[in-house]
């Protein structure tokens, strides 16, 4: 079963970027085509709802052993044998430990010392020039689980159904030198295994993901510090990516900056590779497109729990000062009393966006906000436009019933009017209340206030 192939060195001379040699390796997980996971019978299916398709092996429940799945083995064999690799007799498995909440079991159960494919080639061509690409190892290793963000804001939902699912991660030697080149092969790698039917190749649902390795360096230097481009899923983007961290690199080094090993995403949006935004990069964005003031941006950026809530609000209302204000105020205080986070506040970022719409368009008071905050403090599924109506919140807007009430307070008032007028501005603050007091507390303070002002003035 074993099959051999000369170490072979690129086949052509490297091109330049602006003086600099680009180095490229990938890393690419191919989910094999077998119907179970590597070690339980649990299904690898596609699409089922979320923590259905997990079960006491993959959580490493105690008690539980794993056991081999052969058919993931013989796919593993086959990918060798294709490229001329050496099939190693003998193989091991290991426990890789690191403690993220999508891998249930603390570690995760890979090869290392021992792979299953050892060496080997992939060849192609780019334009009509041959080139080969050098494996280091293909080795057979589980699946973590999914981390969902997306839909739970101020929280992350877990779904193992992928915990377990067999991968064969077949890694490179750093021989290509460009963006085109490193595509050619991805694409050539791509076609080898959905070929021999070990894996569907599905990268939109992530059975074939890549990871690119890419540094720069000048001709004749060693080889520079990499950064590592995670999870691409598609050709397109995968040259979009390593175009943009070539540039980037050759952009730093140029400046006298040094390249630091990292980590990173690519978002096809902004067409660039970016880590997760820090702390202090988020506050900077939130005062520049918020027009927050820079102790605001601060302390909504305090985790990243509070930032997204902030943010979704924000967005959803289009009020982000109002919505920093009520976070840092109303909300904070209620967590405070319970010394509760805000991933425990039973108010969603929507429901604080419409309870913020409905202050704007004058609906109601700030004081009937906070009323019908407390209705939503303690039934959280309850909507802000049923608890306004419900409790009779809505503020009173009609100008001819409100001047009825100012011109009767005043008439009901003249010394309060007097004073007024003589220069006593305390006197207003006392005409104020005993109209919100006729309007039962619905009249809109910013229209009493102007329609007493303009009274007491003629």
Not at 43 to 65: I, K
Not at 82 to 98: D, E, L, Q, W
Not at 138 to 150: I, Q, R
Request: hydrophobic content about 40%.
């Amino acid at each position: 079963m074993n099959a051999t192939v000369q170490e072979k060195k690129p086949a052509s001379k490297s091109l330049l970027v602006q003086g600099y040699e680009v180095v490229i390796g990938f890393e690419t997980h191919a989910q094999l085509s077998t119907q179970s996971k590597i070690f339980s019978r649990a299904s690898t299916a596609f699409g089922a709802e979320p923590n259905t398709q997990a079960c006491a092996v993959d959580l490493a429940l105690p008690g539980t052993l794993p056991v081999m799945n052969k058919g993931a083995v013989e796919r593993a064999i086959e990918f060798g044998l294709a490229v001329g690799s050496h099939i190693a007799p003998r193989s091991i498995f290991a426990r890789k430990n690191y403690f993220y909440p999508d891998l249930p079991k603390g570690y995760q159960i890979s090869q290392f010392e021992i792979p299953v494919v050892q060496g080997g080639a992939v060849e192609f061509y780019l334009g009509d020039e041959k080139k080969s690409v050098r494996l280091v190892r293909a080795h057979l290793e589980e699946d973590a689980g999914k981390s969902l963000h997306e839909d739970f804001i101020g929280q992350t939902g877990i779904d193992l159904n992928r915990a377990g699912t067999p991968l064969l991660e077949i890694v490179t030697e750093p021989d290509m030198r460009s963006s085109a080149e490193a595509v050619a092969y991805a694409k050539e790698l791509h076609k080898i295994v959905t070929w021999i039917g070990i894996c569907d190749g599905n990268m939109q649902e992530g059975s074939f993901r890549c990871d690119a390795n890419v540094s720069v360096r000048k001709p004749g230097e060693p080889l520079g510090t990499r950064r590592e481009i995670k999870n691409l899923n598609s050709f397109k983007f995968m040259q979009q990516a390593i175009d943009f961290e070539i540039r980037w690199q050759i952009e730093e080094l140029e400046d006298g900056r040094a390249i630091q090993q990292a980590t990173v995403l690519f978002n096809p949006d902004t067409g660039e590779t970016s880590m997760t935004e820090l702390p202090r990069v988020m506050a900077a964005r939130f005062a520049a497109d918020y027009g927050l003031s820079d102790y605001d941006a601060t302390q909504l950026t305090q985790s990243r729990e509070v930032a997204a809530y902030f943010e979704a609000a924000a967005q959803a209302c289009g009020q982000p000062k109002l919505v920093g204000n009520w976070i840092m105020g109303e909300v904070s205080r209620r967590l405070n009393a319970t010394e509760a986070g805000i991933s425990a506040c039973p108010v969603s970022p929507s429901q604080l966006a419409q309870l913020i719409t409905r202050i704007q368009d004058s609906t109601i008071s700030n004081n009937a906000a906070r009323q019908v905050m407390d209705v939503l403090w303690t039934e959280p599924a309850s909507a802000v436009d049923v608890i306004i109506e419900a409790k009779g919140l809505k503020q009173m807007n009609d100008t001819g019933a409100l001047e009825k009430i100012v011109d009767s307070v005043l008439a009901a008032n003249p010394k309060n009017v007097e004073e007024y007028r003589a220069g006593n501005t305390k006197a207003l603050n006392a005409l104020v209340g005993q109209i919100m007091k006729g309007s039962q507390g619905k009249a809109n303070p910013q229209q009493v206030n102007d329609l007493l002002r303009q009274k007491l003035a003629s």
